[in-house]
């Protein structure tokens, strides 16, 4: 929940969302995407088709989310919901296309880690926490899944992320991450 207790919540789970209205208990569109800020590193909006044949896309931003459900978003009411063009630097985010899932993760000596699988962030101010990457494909068999904190994270680029020569937490033997898990 929003302004309560601390809970990291994975990017998977809140893209398909139904982004809820709580004045009128309304669905009132669902969340197609998201939009990450990499000088913050934190997640700045939630992109969301609204309910009805011909609406345009908008975006909610994390400040005005209340709170955080099971397949769902909770805003205050449906002015929380504007088009990009309203948001401060938000066209800009928009057009850089910081599509990390499925990016590359790299250390800055150059050697592929994997591909982003999923992210988590936390609730209460939107901040990226984790990286949970898959090894490539060659490696699928002898190397684990990893966990990189976000302090291990020298930039955000689009489609990759640039990490510190060190590798991220292995996960314990036979456990795998799986997006939407």
Do not use: C
Not at 4 to 31: F, H, N, P
Not at 107 to 131: A, C, N, P, V, Y
Not at 139 to 165: A, F, H, M, Q, S
Request: zero cysteines; proline letters at 7%; glycine letters at 8%.
């Amino acid at each position: 929940m929003k302004g309560g207790e601390a809970m990291l919540k994975s990017i998977s789970e809140v893209v398909g969302s139904r982004l809820v209205d709580l004045d009128k208990s309304q669905t009132i569109g669902e969340v197609v995407n998201w939009v990450v800020n990499p000088d913050e590193r934190r997640l700045s909006a939630l992109i969301v088709r609204p309910a009805g044949l011909f609406a345009k896309t908008m975006v909610v931003t994390t400040a005005d989310i209340i709170e955080y459900g099971p397949r769902m978003v909770v805003v205050k009411n449906q002015l929380a919901v504007v088009l990009p063009d309203e948001v401060s630097g938000m066209p800009k985010l928009l057009r850089s296309k910081f599509r990390l899932l499925g990016g590359r993760v790299e250390t800055q000596s150059g050697r592929l880690i994997g591909q982003i699988e999923d992210i988590m962030f936390e609730t209460t101010d939107s901040s990226l926490q984790k990286f949970y990457v898959k090894p490539p494909l060659l490696g699928l068999v002898t190397r684990p899944d990893v966990i990189i904190g976000v302090d291990k994270v020298v930039r955000i680029e689009p489609r990759r992320i640039i990490v510190n020569n060190e590798v991220g937490e292995p996960l314990p033997p036979g456990q795998t991450v799986r997006a939407g898990a």
